[in-house]
């Protein structure tokens, strides 16, 4: 176990180097403006631009740069560590406002990950048991809503209803923890289920799969045969099996939302890094996006790697090979 | 555990199983599949059955019926199947669970795919027991290791701790047979038990299965579709085709006084070493027949070699010969012994 662990974090590091490779060779390398004019500010002199360049670092060489580059994130820059370098909008760190921002996507995402786990599982099971029954039927059709339902029109649909007519929700924004445990609930219950309901679809419909097949696996009736009861073939044997599969996707699609989850945060106005994003790429803050690449691609090699390690504990057949 | 020891023995004499008259239909999109058909048979104490056909045959249905396995919820069943005094068809599903398991055990063709693949081995043999006994996990898991070592496993209390993965097919079959072996049934059933595994390892497991029947004092009844390798462990034997029993007696009767023509072709497409080169094995000519439509009369009649006209208007009904040798063909018991004598003989 200890090296099959080792052995998967030589390939999150290798994954993390290459990722840090490609993010600089895109903004760097080919970005659409100088970069030293634009953190120059408006009608810079000659002189500045140079100066500016220097200041940066962009008058090394291209592989010095990079060097810099994964220097500051590894090592830290004078704004403490891991680096995020300045912005050039603000010109002030990135460091506590992305650090800020990533911490209420984390809770978007977390909260809506708890939230379509659960729905996944429970509409999965009750599918896969009801087969070609009614309860079938009705989940499959919300598996097929869920999945067909684009976020920004039910995101603005559930703010219609429960915020502007039924006034049941404090609104958008965000709220925090700390101001209040009932308004942070409230703040985030909508983007948490709105975020939720496509992946819940998207699991219902893996879960009732992968129990039916179960269900036709010779050591389900190897179970039966041993006389257990049908709640324990189910839930301990059916269910152990088919959820192995629901961790390894789990694992990628919460790292992918730790990245930031553009249209759920844009909707309900979460300043999360989904929305820093994309006002850094109308700024043309390249710093920025560049810290949000290499933090979301991180995200979701640790993720996977949680998730694999998770899978290994599931599933004894993969320790060993 | 003095349980498993103190036996009820007050129905000596009758038989441990009897199935009369048992019907198993599954209702389809294409019509009724006519799995079992009317099938009668009995197995007493310390009794090894055998029960040979090919797949399709009904052969592996009567007994997960028997076993509970297949219940009135899958298909529409007829009959009675007697086990210890009670007719098991008219169980209810929690009573069934607690026979299913701890009074009859089953083991399962392929050992490849009858173990959960995430469980330890001895859990799963543990889990038989907690599921009918009021017991300690530990003392579940001591029962495990102590059977893994009686069918012949190494090291059992280190095998008890191994994925089934780590086993190999004949290893895994061994923990087949000590799950259902645990709690000490009255009955255990093999289905195809050595069909998934090699020719060495058959031997070993048939003769595991001898040797466990006497020391636990149970009956068996190994179902297979190849006569030869049950032949010599079985006390009887039974021959099903689309559902019906076509003969039934012991080894001898089938091998040397075989009167069904099915029983002929069986014995007539088994491989023999001391057969010349140039002798060629006999296939059964056709197909097994759909089990929806059924061919009306002997079942077997397109295919058989001696047909008659009556053949395909009427089932023919199961004739004692002598002892508990029985047929059911319309040919006359004369005209069997001749073709038997003359044909059946020269080429096995």
């Known amino acids: 176990m200890a090296r099959y662990i080792a052995r998967r974090l030589m390939w999150v590091l290798l994954v993390v180097i290459l990722v840090t490779f490609l993010t600089f060779l895109i903004f760097f390398v080919i970005p659409p403006v100088d970069p030293a004019i634009l953190f120059a500010g408006r009608a810079p002199s000659e002189r500045l631009i140079e100066e500016v360049r220097q200041s940066l670092g962009l008058d090394h060489s291209f592989w010095v740069q990079y060097g ?27 460091r506590e406002n992305f650090l800020e921002r990533a911490f ?41 809503f869920g999945v067909s339902a684009p976020v920004f029109w039910l995101g603005l649909m559930a703010l219609y209803i429960f915020w502007e007519k039924l006034h049941w929700l404090p609104g958008t924004g965000y709220s925090s923890f ?29 879960v009732r799969g992968s129990l039916l097949e179960a269900f036709g696996q010779d050591w389900i009736r190897t179970a039966r045969a041993k006389g257990l009861s049908e709640r324990k073939v ?29 249209i759920t ?57 | 555990m003095t349980h498993r020891f103190s036996r009820d023995d007050s129905n000596n004499g009758k038989p441990l ?8 239909q599954f209702p389809t999109p294409d019509g009724l599949v006519k799995a079992v058909d009317g099938v009668s048979f009995k197995i007493h104490r310390g009794e090894t059955l055998g029960v040979v ?24 069943l007829e009959g009675e199947v007697m086990f210890k005094g009670r007719d098991l068809l008219k169980l209810p599903e929690v009573e069934m669970r607690h026979i299913r398991g701890k009074e009859m055990g089953m083991v399962f063709q392929d050992p490849m795919t009858s173990l959960h693949p995430m469980y330890r081995v001895g859990y799963q043999i543990a889990e038989a027991v907690l599921a009918h006994e009021a017991t300690s996990k530990k003392a579940a898991w001591g029962l495990a290791v102590d059977l893994l070592g009686r069918v012949g496993i190494p090291k059992p209390a280190e095998a008890a701790r191994r994925y089934p993965h780590e086993f190999s097919g004949g290893m895994r079959q061994r923990a087949m047979i000590a799950m259902s072996l645990v709690l000490n049934p009255d009955l255990l059933i093999a289905d195809e038990p050595t069909t998934a595994l090699d020719v060495t390892v058959q031997a070993q497991i048939l003769d595991l299965i001898d040797r466990l029947k006497t020391e636990f004092n149970a009956a068996v009844a190994i179902i297979t579709h190849d006569l030869g390798v049950v032949a010599e462990h079985c006390e009887r034997i039974q021959v099903m085709y689309a559902g019906r029993v076509t003969e039934t007696g012991t080894g001898d009767d089938l091998f040397y ?59 023919p009904t199961m004739r004692l010969e002598e002892g508990e040798h029985a047929a059911a063909c319309h040919l006359s018991s004369e005209e069997q012994q001749r073709i038997f004598t003359e044909k059946v003989l020269q080429q096995t």
């Open chain 1, 68 to 94: 810099l580059f994964v220097k500051r994130i590894f090592l830290g820059d004078e704004y403490g560590w891991p680096g995020f370098g300045l912005s050039f909008v603000t010109r002030s760190p990135i």
């Open chain 1, 104 to 144: 209420v996507t984390m809770q978007l995402a977390i909260g809506a990950a708890v939230v379509w786990l659960i729905l996944g599982v429970l509409i999965g099971l009750t599918s896969a048991l009801k087969r070609g029954r009614w309860q079938d039927r009705a989940s499959m059709g919300f598996a097929l």
């Open chain 1, 178 to 206: 700390s101001e209040g445990v009932g308004q942070w609930f409230l703040h985030f219950l909508l983007p948490w289920v709105v975020l939720a309901l496509l992946f819940a679809a998207f699991y219902a419909r893996m």
């Open chain 1, 234 to 262: 189910v839930y301990k044997h059916a269910l152990r099996a088919s959820l192995t599969p629901v961790v390894s996707l789990f694992g990628a699609d919460l790292g992918t939302l730790l990245g930031g989850a553009i």
């Open chain 1, 265 to 321: 945060e844009t909707v309900f106005n979460l300043p999360g890094l989904g929305t820093y994003v994309v006002r850094s790429v109308q700024n043309g803050d390249l710093p920025v996006i560049m810290d949000v690449v290499v933090f979301a691609s991180l995200a979701v090699a640790v993720m996977s790697l949680v998730a694999d390690i998770l899978y290994a504990y599931l599933d004894p057949r993969v320790r060993y090979s």
């Open chain 2, 17 to 24: 199983l009897e199935v009369r008259d048992l019907k198993v």
């Open chain 2, 53 to 76: 056909g090919e797949s399709g045959s009904g052969k592996s249905v009567t007994f997960l019926t028997v076993m509970g396995l297949i219940s009135s919820r899958d298909a529409h």
């Open chain 2, 257 to 315: 006084r075989g009167h069904h023509p099915y029983t002929w072709g069986l014995l007539q497409s088994i491989p023999r070493l001391d057969a010349g080169q140039t002798q060629r094995l006999l296939p059964i000519k056709g197909l097994p027949p759909s089990l929806i439509f059924v061919p009306p009369g002997c079942a077997f009649h397109p295919r058989c070699p001696y047909v008659m006209d009556v053949c395909r208007t009427e089932i």
